[in-house]
């Protein structure tokens, strides 16, 4: 062990006189750059939906939060909020993954991200959850197609619109779907048994 140390510290005091400066990064080579043809409002408007993605994720994690206090205790309503807030930051992932492909990614990540903000953090029942959960899916749809209709148009960046429309907005709709088939089951259930048909229906998710 000390002859490593003796020959460690022996390459340290050496290598810079033999080598040089050592540096740990060299600048950035000048390539072409006409292959970025990923530009305009539709580079805008995914940035934008990035942005709408990561603040839906955490949205999802207050909603999960909630319902994971022991004041709340409903692990069912907690393990699908914290899915759902999973999923969203993957979206937004996979855009960002999107953007590095086309090479328009060379902004610092807090100039492409802000640090979200929550708009509510406590509900009422499970039911109130589903109902906010719902409309902020359709708010994210709503924007996936405002998306979609503006990088359609001239030039028509027909890549990323079919990409979007076949991964993203059809993941959207079945969510909302699937979303709208639990509020009115849990309603149901609350209706026929009240505050029982919540705890039931938490157990069952």
């Not at 390459?11 to 000048?30: I, M, R, T």
């Not at 953007?99 to 610092?108: A, F, N």
């Amino acid at each position: 062990m000390m002859k490593f140390l003796v020959g460690f510290c022996v390459l340290a005091v050496v290598a810079p006189a033999v080598f040089g400066e050592l540096k740990c990064s060299v600048p950035n080579p000048e390539i072409p750059t006409e292959w970025i043809d990923l530009r305009g409002d539709c580079l805008t408007a995914m940035r934008n939906q990035i942005q709408k993605e990561i603040d839906a994720s955490y949205q999802y994690l207050a909603m999960g939060a909630h319902f994971s206090r022991d004041t709340v205790n409903r692990p069912g309503f907690a393990e699908l909020f914290f899915k759902a807030a999973k999923e969203e930051r993957e979206h937004g992932s996979k855009l960002i993954e999107y953007l590095t492909m086309r090479g328009q990614l060379t902004d610092r990540v807090t100039d492409l991200i802000t640090i979200p903000t929550v708009s509510k953090d406590e509900w009422a029942s499970g039911a109130e959850a589903l109902e906010d959960a719902l409309k902020l899916e359709t708010d994210v749809t709503k924007s996936i197609r405002k998306l979609i209709a503006t990088c359609e148009k001239k030039p028509n960046f027909y890549h990323l619109v079919d990409y979007l429309t076949g991964v993203y907005l059809e993941e959207q709709l079945h969510g909302q779907r699937e979303l709208a088939g639990k509020l009115t089951t849990l309603k149901k259930m609350m209706t026929n048994h009240g505050a029982l048909g919540e705890f039931l229906f938490d157990k069952d998710l």
